[in-house]
Structures are given as structure tokens and as C-alpha cells.
């Protein structure tokens, strides 16, 4: 797979061109706290018609480099990424801290992109003081937790056991600084400033970031379309992968 050297960190992603070749903007998948691009189903980060680009940020899956505290400086590691690969303009996808990465990314440099999807999200995103703290004081009871709280109750244990798998290959410090970067995250004053075309997606089960959050958002943003999944809870795109894609790429082809 490939990678990029950025301020002397390595960047993994996964790229996926369709058949025939695309002609429409790329799609760029952003994940969320303690996540890689592997919480992206392959429904997606393979969608056919489509290029996909599929990143761990730093400090994330396949990526070196330490992870970030703050919203910000993970939207400048996208731009850099944009940047060395001549992306421009693309359509951004962020789950959870990702669609929070997207928030600012569209507000620092809307002229970058074709679309905004913001998936299980809100314009603030505060963490119980469980999870800041339980991270680093009981990795293994709080990913449980979160394991239990980001999926619907009737959700496949198969999901469960492989989202704490894949949790616990992430440093638990890296963990809790994505959570205190969703935790200091607001940008509700500013969200109604987005004109990019936005789909924004939730399911209806959503602990982490009830579906209100995902309404809120549709309400200011004016260019923005809603679409929330029965029986899906934060980890929507896995827990419902094909309508999902389905979703997303309808979306995309009609920009």
C-alpha cells in the first residue's frame, strides 16, 4: 500500500481507482479517534466508479509519527496529504473525530473541496470523563466501554470483539490525545459558514453522537442533506456497510 513522507512521518493509505477510470473528484476517508482506515468498510473504501483514498493518520494503523490533541492539526496533515498528491478538488469524509477534521478543514479551505460527508459527528463533541480518563488508567475496561457504547445493541459480538482488536493496536496515548481533541472541539459558532455540498449521515442508535447532533447540523448547514440509518449505531458505515455505500456513492455522483 502506499505511503507519503510528511514532516518526516510516514503516511500509509489506501488507494482504490474504479473501472473505467473515474472521471468525478476522488474521495478522501478520514476515521475517528483510536480508529484507522480499516474502520472504513471495504464497501467504501473500494466503492466501484470511484477513487478512494483510505488514510491512517499519524499514529494510526500503518501510519508513524505521534498522534495529535487538537482538531486543527489534523486538518493540516489532510491539506498536506491534498497537496502532495494533487487532489484538488475532493470530496472528504470524517467519522467521529474525522467528520470533526472535515468541519475544520471545510472552513479553513472550502475552495479544496467538491463535497463534505460527515458521518456519526456534531460541531462539538464532548467526551465523558470516563473515557479521557479511563484510557489510560484501564485501556483494557474502557474499550470495552466503547466498544459497547459506538455499536446498537443487536449488533454482531464479531463487530464488537474486532472494533477492540483493532483498538488496542493503536497506543493508548494516541487514544486519549484524539479524545481530548474531540473533547476541546466547537465549532458550532461557525458550521452555518460551510456552503460546501455536505451529506451527513448518522444511525439512529447512535450513543456517541445522537442523531440530534446530526440534525443540528443539517439545520445550518444550508447546502447539507440528512440521511440517518435504521438499527445503526456510531460505527454506522460498518455496522450497515451496503446502504451506506449507497448512500455515499449517490451522493457523489450527484455533485
Same mark, same amino acid.
Given at each position: 500500500?502506499?505511503?507519503?513522507?510528511?514532516n &518526516?512521518e510516514?503516511?500509509h =493509505?489506501?488507494? !482504490?481507482?474504479?473501472? @473505467?477510470?473515474?472521471?468525478g473528484?476522488?474521495?478522501?476517508?478520514? !476515521?475517528?479517534?483510536g480508529?484507522?482506515?480499516? !474502520?472504513w468498510?471495504g464497501?467504501l473504501r473500494?466503492? @466501484?466508479?470511484r477513487t478512494v =483514498?483510505?488514510l491512517?493518520?499519524?499514529?494510526?494503523?500503518?501510519s $508513524?509519527?505521534?498522534?495529535?490533541?487538537?482538531?486543527?492539526? =489534523?486538518?493540516?496533515?489532510?491539506?498536506?496529504?491534498?497537496?502532495?498528491?494533487?487532489?484538488l478538488? %475532493?470530496?472528504?469524509?470524517?467519522h467521529?473525530?474525522?467528520?470533526? +477534521?472535515?468541519?475544520e478543514f471545510? #472552513?479553513?479551505y472550502?475552495?479544496?473541496?467538491?463535497?463534505?460527508?460527515?458521518?456519526? $459527528?456534531?460541531?462539538?463533541?464532548?467526551?465523558?470523563?470516563? /473515557?479521557?480518563?479511563? +484510557?489510560l &488508567?484501564?485501556f &483494557?475496561?474502557?474499550a470495552? #466501554?466503547?466498544?459497547?457504547w459506538?455499536h446498537?445493541g443487536?449488533?454482531?459480538? &464479531?463487530?464488537?470483539?474486532? =472494533? +477492540?482488536?483493532?483498538?488496542r493496536e493503536?497506543?493508548?496515548?494516541?487514544i486519549?490525545d484524539? %479524545?481530548?481533541?474531540?473533547?476541546?472541539?466547537?465549532?458550532r459558532?461557525?458550521?452555518?459558514? /460551510?456552503? $460546501?455540498? $455536505?451529506? /451527513?449521515?448518522?444511525?439512529?442508535?447512535d450513543?456517541?453522537?445522537p442523531?440530534k447532533?446530526?440534525?443540528?447540523l443539517?439545520?445550518q448547514?444550508a447546502s447539507?442533506?440528512?440521511?440517518?440509518v435504521?438499527g445503526?449505531?456510531?460505527?454506522?458505515m460498518l455496522?450497515q456497510p451496503t446502504?451506506?455505500?449507497?448512500?455515499?456513492?449517490?451522493?457523489m455522483?450527484a455533485?
Amino acid at each position: 500500500m502506499p505511503t507519503l513522507i510528511l514532516n &518526516n512521518e510516514k503516511l500509509h =493509505y489506501q488507494l !482504490h481507482h474504479g473501472v @473505467p477510470r473515474p472521471a468525478g473528484p476522488p474521495l478522501v476517508l478520514i !476515521h475517528g479517534a483510536g480508529g484507522s482506515l480499516m !474502520h472504513w468498510p471495504g464497501e467504501l473504501r473500494r466503492l @466501484p466508479a470511484r477513487t478512494v =483514498y483510505a488514510l491512517d493518520l499519524p499514529g494510526h494503523g500503518k501510519s $508513524t509519527g505521534q498522534g495529535r490533541a487538537d482538531i486543527g492539526a =489534523y486538518a493540516e496533515v489532510v491539506r498536506g496529504l491534498a497537496e502532495a498528491l494533487a487532489l484538488l478538488p %475532493f470530496v472528504m469524509a470524517g467519522h467521529s473525530m474525522g467528520g470533526a +477534521i472535515a468541519q475544520e478543514f471545510a #472552513l479553513r479551505y472550502p475552495a479544496r473541496l467538491a463535497g463534505l460527508i460527515l458521518v456519526g $459527528t456534531g460541531a462539538k463533541l464532548r467526551v465523558a470523563p470516563q /473515557i479521557l480518563t479511563g +484510557i489510560l &488508567n484501564d485501556f &483494557n475496561g474502557t474499550a470495552e #466501554l466503547l466498544a459497547q457504547w459506538t455499536h446498537a445493541g443487536q449488533v454482531d459480538p &464479531n463487530l464488537l470483539r474486532l =472494533y +477492540i482488536r483493532r483498538l488496542r493496536e493503536v497506543r493508548p496515548q494516541v487514544i486519549h490525545d484524539d %479524545f481530548a481533541a474531540c473533547d476541546a472541539f466547537d465549532r458550532r459558532p461557525d458550521v452555518g459558514r /460551510i456552503a $460546501t455540498p $455536505t451529506l /451527513i449521515l448518522c444511525g439512529d442508535a447512535d450513543r456517541m453522537t445522537p442523531v440530534k447532533f446530526s440534525q443540528w447540523l443539517h439545520e445550518q448547514i444550508a447546502s447539507s442533506q440528512l440521511v440517518v440509518v435504521p438499527g445503526a449505531g456510531h460505527m454506522v458505515m460498518l455496522e450497515q456497510p451496503t446502504a451506506v455505500a449507497g448512500v455515499v456513492d449517490r451522493f457523489m455522483a450527484a455533485l
